[in-house]
């Protein structure tokens, strides 16, 4: 299933942020939060204060939620995120990419733009029924989450440090 490049990269982004969340956190100053922004292409207005940063990092437990909820959980969340926030999808275009969706304004505080693309960004995959393209770390000791973009749907570890920790035990527990 080939989602469209919003899309992807607010699924990219969103399971990035949660991912920041788990040990170590890699994001806890404003520079980390960022280089966050920068990596995954973020627009709009960018204070750069505690604030902000605080903002963002609140938002992980409520987008690891979303990602993680069963088809009609994540229906009812998508729209009362979007119902909080009073989004109102708009077709933009920037940065050199094509028309895609906003839905709030590019001066909406960060952790807004971040929730309501995430939330538009559902909605794809919860219209397509890719729920099982999001998944948690097959790592036992990972709770990071997966997006699985490759068309035979193989991909289970968060990082590549999981796939191989977990390959390093699995080939241990052979040579046992």
């Known amino acids: 299933m080939a989602f469209a490049h919003d899309t992807e990269a607010a699924l990219l982004a969103a399971v990035a942020l949660v991912n920041s969340g788990e040990e170590p956190d890699t994001l806890t100053t404003p520079e980390e939060l960022a ?55 708009q077709l933009v275009r920037h940065s050199g990419h094509d ?3 906003h839905a709030v304004a590019p001066d909406a ?4 733009r971040i929730a309501v693309e995430t ?13 099982s393209r999001l998944d948690v770390c097959a790592d036992p000791d990972c709770d990071g989450l997966v997006l699985d973009l490759s068309r035979n749907r193989s991909r289970r570890f968060c990082s590549t440090a999981c796939s191989n920790r977990s390959a390093v035990a699995a080939y241990r527990a052979r040579k046992r």
């Open 119 to 131: 939330a538009l960004a559902m909605i794809d995959v919860i219209r397509a029924d890719e729920l």
């Open 35 to 89: 280089d966050f922004l920068d990596a995954h292409d973020y627009t709009g207005t960018r204070l750069g204060s505690a604030a902000e940063l605080s903002a963002v990092r609140d938002l992980r437990p409520r987008l690891r939620t979303l990602l993680t909820s069963d088809r009609d959980t994540a229906v009812g969340l998508v729209n009362t995120l979007l119902a909080d926030e009073h989004a109102l999808p």
């Open 109 to 112: 505080p960060l952790a807004t």
């Open 99 to 101: 028309w895609h969706i």
